[in-house]
């Protein structure tokens, strides 16, 4: 899985847009991604597979990892800093869309305050670690699952059986 980081100034620009939209009473969804954070929509879509992904919320970048040195660069040394660790990208993608409404909505009740600060108090409002994994995801973590009943009819039982699609293969690496 790539990195889906945006750089802090990058972030805040992007911050301002969804302010913006609040300011005019529009969905905030209808805000448009940053490039990579299109990529990272995508991936949530298309990548089913269980993995350690960290969230950062508050740091030199923000966004979406699976690569622990990308998400300890992100936030080393920065004060203020806010992390959390997600079983599956989707349930990733929950959070930091929980995060974008925390934003918005902070924003909408202190409309003064600069977005560093909107950050600041925003960051009151996210999850507790122990509290991540009740985290119900917004996209299914599996993709769509095929019921298989087999009718045997010389028997009174039928057998149901779940199949669902395999992650794809990794390439193997190189030693």
């Known amino acids: 899985m790539p990195s889906y980081h945006l750089i802090e100034p990058l972030w805040h620009a992007h911050c301002r847009e969804i302010f913006r939209a609040r300011d005019r009473h529009e969905d905030i969804r209808t805000v448009p991604l940053p490039h990579i954070f299109q990529l990272f929509e995508t991936a949530c879509r298309e990548n089913f597979w269980g993995s350690k992904v960290w969230v950062t919320f508050v740091g030199r970048s923000v966004g979406v990892t699976d690569k622990y040195g990308t998400a300890f660069e992100a936030v080393v040394g920065y004060s203020g800093q ?33 977005t560093a600060e909107v950050l600041k108090v925003a960051r009151l409002r996210l999850p507790l670690r122990d509290a991540v994994k009740d985290i119900v995801p917004i996209l299914p973590e599996l993709p769509g699952i095929e019921v298989v009943v087999d009718e045997d009819t010389d028997s009174t039982a039928s057998t149901i059986s779940f199949m669902a699609p395999l992650p794809p293969a990794q390439e193997p690496r190189a030693t």
Do not use: F, N
Not at 91 to 108: K, S
């Open 82 to 114: 806010h992390q959390l660790k997600a079983r599956t990208i989707q349930q990733a993608h929950t959070l930091w869309y929980h995060w974008i409404g925390h934003i918005a909505d902070v924003h909408e009740e202190h409309p003064t305050l600069s």
